[in-house]
């Protein structure tokens, strides 16, 4: 079939009513950029679930990295997305203002070079990320070692998706289908999400990224919902393999353990968070027991609409108080946040 | 003498031997030459002026550096008001340990721009501040605005077309190439477009309006565009041209094509009837080979629903399109 009749297909869509989600920021992101939802039959509704890792990161997350980012000998080192998130108080941007020492890169990997020029100074990085950003955390966990680097540290805020993905499955957010995230499953093996399709009759989609490729993960996702298949089913085989991926396993075994962490809005759930093993707790900035969340604004719906029990329009704050230049949550302030991507599409 | 120190801004000795061998070699012309406190020119009856600061970091890239990008932006500032851009100041604000070859290079490259561009240097100044060796340059430009040019954000009119000069990010990618020691071939654009506008003008192109796409890219620009002309605009993904190369690095990193800046490139909205003419006449220009038209702007019946920018997508959905958001890519110009 061409796009154009998957297209035709998806507009005119008059069959039972589907909620899809996609735990993806990046799909987040690519749906909005492409103007998906514009082309979809109203029975077909997209949802943006936990996919976006600064999105699902508790207020004591960030208030940690302030409170890091203001002693004498210690700098915090961050990707941008970060810095606008708000903390109970106030953001990494905010505290910068007033003195905090800050640094923003484009790669974990620019830390080295500042430890290296400055071996009296600690530099944290604040490693937040899926299962997808892990690996390069280990890489410069690897070469901190190699070069004998003693003022480095990561604060993380790690968390693997299948545990979230069974929650919002069990504490009954209606989904009738998933847009498996690319890519984690371009990471670990589009195999990673068979135990969950079948444990809840829900069929998964692996997906890129280009407007067709999302077009035809929805068009696929709904004909597995009208058959009743519960199949992991991979559109993205340029980039993903059905196989798990074991180096990648053996590699987050290397440094990390598995540890109960929260989410945003979510609580702490089981067994889907990483923390470094204790022989490489020399490596933590202190990343135990930050598990608080503490509302900027206590009317914020994030965790509802994390959970595609609501969506952003739903939200009192949405579009009001809460703006990408006045964020009162974590969903307003990334590029992938559910809430940045609904204002601005 | 390898690197500048606090010496050189004393005022004395040092500072005037720095000033003789850097600065009045390349920048020697008739205004400058007096050295008085203030250069005295001829005027015109309405000029344009503007002011920039320029922080770049590298100071040096490829396809340019601190001192051809901070002729550039002065000049095109100029220009996007319809001026011919005439006079330009600078300020060099130096921090100690700046290495005097890479400020020889800088200074012969703000001299070789600013001959292309057509303007004189007629005044300028240096202070050393302790550091380590940054280098910083303020200038203010000046611009004769021919009688009846009237170019600005309020005139885009219902109808009209809009067109962009060339390729888009391609400065913003390779600042960032270079800070992340990225190997690539990808080179920033900075350049001087004085001939494309005068051009247009010289070639009685009623144009409305026009803006130079810096930071914030294109989506920024033509957002605000919208905003204060009152109208709505619309474009189309597929006529936005972007280098292959600067499209892949981008999508690597996540970064939107859309937001990112130029140093080299303006959009120009024009009435309709014009739209080939003002394309051909920028498509011959220097640095306007890959100018496409890429939407048009409709006045809105209702006056609620003024200032949206609408992104029609490949795919055929709509994408509403806002001011850049937060970080962006600092010092980048």
Redesign the interface.
């Known amino acids: 079939m061409e ?1 154009s009749q998957l ?1 035709d297909y998806l507009r005119n869509y008059d069959g039972k009513p589907v909620r899809l989600m996609e735990v993806c920021g ?1 799909h987040t ?1 690519a749906i ?8 979809l039959s109203p029975k077909i509704e997209l949802l943006s679930g936990p996919g976006c890792p600064v999105c699902v990161t508790p207020t004591a997350y960030i208030d940690r990295l302030i409170e890091l980012s203001l002693e004498v000998d210690t700098t915090v080192v961050t990707f ?2 970060l ?2 998130v708000p903390g109970s108080k106030e953001s990494l941007n905010e505290a910068k203002g007033r003195g905090a020492s800050v640094i ?1 890169v ?2 974990p990997m ?1 830390v080295l070079k500042l430890a290296r020029d400055n071996p009296l100074r600690k530099y944290v990085f604040a490693a937040v990320g899926f299962e997808t950003t892990a690996p390069v955390y280990t890489l410069l966990l690897d070469r901190a070692i190699e070069e004998k680097l003693d003022n480095i540290r990561l604060l993380t805020a790690l968390k693997t998706m299948p545990g979230a993905i069974s929650y919002l499955c069990e504490k009954g957010a209606n989904i009738d289908g998933f847009i498996a995230p690319g890519h984690v499953s371009a990471v670990t093996g589009a195999a990673y999400f068979v135990d969950l399709a079948e444990k809840y009759h829900i069929p998964f989609a692996v997906s890129g990224f280009s ?2 490729e999302l ?1 035809v993960a929805i068009f696929g996702l709904v004909k597995m919902i009208e058959k009743g298949e519960d199949k992991v089913a991979n559109y993205y085989t340029s980039v993903v393999d059905l196989e798990k991926n074991e180096i990648v396993e053996a590699q987050f075994q290397k440094y990390y353990k598995k540890a109960d962490v929260a989410w945003r809005g979510m609580g702490i759930l089981p067994g889907t968070g990483l923390m470094l093993k204790e022989d490489y707790a020399h490596f933590d900035a202190g990343s135990a027991g930050l598990d608080v969340d503490n509302k900027k604004n206590i009317a914020c719906r994030c965790g509802d609409i994390l959970m595609g029990k609501a969506k952003p329009s739903d939200c009192p704050l949405f579009g009001k108080v809460c703006t ?2 006045s964020p009162q949550g974590a969903c307003m ?1 990334s ?1 992938e946040g559910s809430c ?1 991507n609904a ?3 | 003498m390898e690197k500048i120190i606090m010496e050189h801004g004393s005022g004395g000795r040092a500072t005037s031997e720095l000033i003789k061998e850097i600065f009045e070699a390349e920048f020697d012309n008739d205004v400058l030459s007096e050295m008085e406190d203030a250069a005295v020119v001829p005027g015109a009856e309405a000029i344009a002026m503007t002011t920039d600061s320029f922080v770049v970091t590298p100071l040096e890239f490829p396809g340019g550096d601190i001192g051809r990008l901070c002729i550039c932006g002065t000049v095109n500032d100029l220009c996007m008001r319809g001026a011919r851009p005439k006079y330009i100041t600078c300020g060099f604000i130096l921090e100690e340990g700046v290495d005097i070859e890479q400020l020889k290079r800088i200074v012969k490259s703000m001299a070789d721009t600013a001959k292309e561009a057509g303007v004189k240097i007629v005044a300028g100044d240096t202070k050393v501040v302790e550091g380590n060796g940054g280098l910083y340059i303020n200038t203010a430009g000046v611009g004769f605005i021919p009688s009846g040019i009237d170019i600005k954000a309020k005139n885009a009119a219902d109808g009209d077309v809009i067109i962009v000069s060339g390729n888009i990010g391609d400065h913003h990618a390779t600042v960032l190439s270079q800070r992340m020691e990225i190997k690539n071939t990808i080179k920033s654009d900075n350049a001087p477009l004085q001939e494309m506008v005068g051009k247009l003008i010289s070639n009685n192109i009623p144009i409305h309006v026009l803006r130079d796409v810096t930071r914030g890219g294109l989506a920024t620009v033509l957002k605000e565009l919208a905003l204060a002309s009152g109208n709505n605009f619309e474009i189309d993904a597929e006529n936005i041209p972007v280098d292959p190369q600067v499209k892949s690095f981008s999508g690597l990193l996540g970064l939107d094509p859309l937001y990112m800046g130029n140093e080299g490139k303006l959009v120009a909205i024009v009435p309709k009837e014009y739209t080939d003419e003002a394309l051909n006449i920028i498509k011959e220009c220097k640095y306007g080979e890959n100018a496409c038209v890429i939407g048009n702007v409709k006045t809105p019946e209702n006056e609620s629903e003024t200032g949206t920018l609408v992104l029609n997508t490949e795919i055929g959905g709509r994408r509403f399109l806002d001011i850049l958001q937060g970080e962006g890519l600092p010092r980048i110009c």
């Open positions: 796009i297209v990046s992101h909005s950029e492409h103007g998906i939802r514009e082309l941008g997305d810095l606008r923003m484009y790669s620019d407007a067709k077009v990408p230049s302030v590029q940045n204002f601005l599409s």
